[in-house]
């Protein structure tokens, strides 16, 4: 398994406390350029995951945060990921009023960058291949769907979540 000093030369950040209470947890990298593209990772103790599961806030593409994952809704769901040996990404993305965003088309391929930011580092992150899943809220339901279902990214992505999903959205049509 990867060691946390292994980890940290990999992601470029120390270690800090997990939101949870356990695990290996890193906070604020970057995965791009922008002002709110960073991400979490939440590793299981032994730093030798079964898997991944991306996820992405909600909050309309208007606010929002990679924080939300560990906020009450969703509490027990990431402690049972985290129990199951997986590791989680959270991840902020570009908001509507981000300047020099453009439009929601911003938000849905930083959910891209994250997806290519962890397939880059999947041997020196000690995550299998394959063994990714896509999930968020409201917002982030829709960037994991429009990246989960679009084949010249997906080939590492196992499965979509989509929790409170907009009602705008036509899935028939994805």
Known sequence: PATTVDLESVLGVAQSDSPLGEGLFFEDINYGEGERQQLDILFPEN?????????????????????????????????????????????????????GNQGVISALEDGTLVINFIQDRLGELNIPANKIVLAGTSAGAGIAQWNGFKNNINSQVQGVLAIAAQSTYDLYEW
Do not use: C, W
């Open 47 to 99: 730093a030798n995951p079964r898997g991944v599961v991306l996820f992405f806030h909600g909050g309309g593409f208007t606010g929002g945060d990679k924080d939300q994952a560990f906020d009450e809704l969703l509490l027990e769901t990431m402690q049972a990921i985290l129990d199951d040996n997986i590791a989680i990404v959270s991840a902020n993305y570009t908001l509507l009023t981000t300047q």
